[in-house]
Nanobody
Framework: QVQLVESGGGLVQAGGSLRLSCAAS????????MGWFRQAPGKEREFVAA????????DYADSVKGRFTISRDNARNTVYLQMNSLKPEDTAVYYC????????????????WGRGTQVTVSS
C-alpha cells in the first residue's frame, strides 16, 4: 500500500495562490493514477484534478481548469497541485488520492487517501 500526506494548505485572499504537496511513501507514485479531491462541510467530495499513471495525461474539473495545475515529481515521490487565482468557492479540505485501477473522476475508484489539508480563501 501507499501512504499519502498532504501539506501546503492555509489562508489566502481571493486572487492569491497556494501549492499543495502530496508526499507518498511505501510505493512509487509511478504505479498509480493520482488525484486531488476537495470537500466542504456538508457537501460531497468532488473531483478537482488527476494525473494518469500511463501516458502522463491530466484532467481537471471545469471549475478549476485554467487555474489549477497537477504535476508529479517522480524522483521525490510527490504530487503537487498549484492553485492560482483562488476564489472563495475553492475553500475546502483538499485530499490527495491514489488509484491503482482504472477511472480517475470518481472518488469511489480511488484506493488510498491522505488525511487532507485545509484551504481557506477569503474575499
Amino acid at each position: 500500500q501507499v501512504q499519502l500526506v498532504e501539506s501546503g494548505g492555509g489562508l489566502v485572499q481571493a486572487g492569491g495562490s497556494l501549492r499543495l504537496s502530496c508526499a507518498a511513501s511505501g510505493r512509487t507514485i509511478r504505479s498509480y493514477a493520482m488525484g486531488w479531491f476537495r470537500q466542504a462541510p456538508g457537501k460531497e467530495r468532488e473531483f478537482v484534478a488527476a494525473s494518469t499513471r500511463i501516458g502522463g495525461s491530466t484532467d481537471y474539473a471545469d471549475s478549476v481548469k485554467g487555474r489549477f495545475t497537477i504535476s508529479r515529481d517522480n524522483a521525490r515521490n510527490t504530487v503537487y497541485l498549484q492553485m492560482n487565482s483562488l476564489k472563495p468557492e475553492d475553500t475546502a479540505v483538499y485530499y490527495c488520492a491514489a488509484n491503482a485501477g482504472s477511472g480517475i473522476h470518481s472518488y469511489t475508484t480511488y484506493d488510498y487517501w491522505g488525511r487532507g489539508t485545509q484551504v481557506t480563501v477569503s474575499s
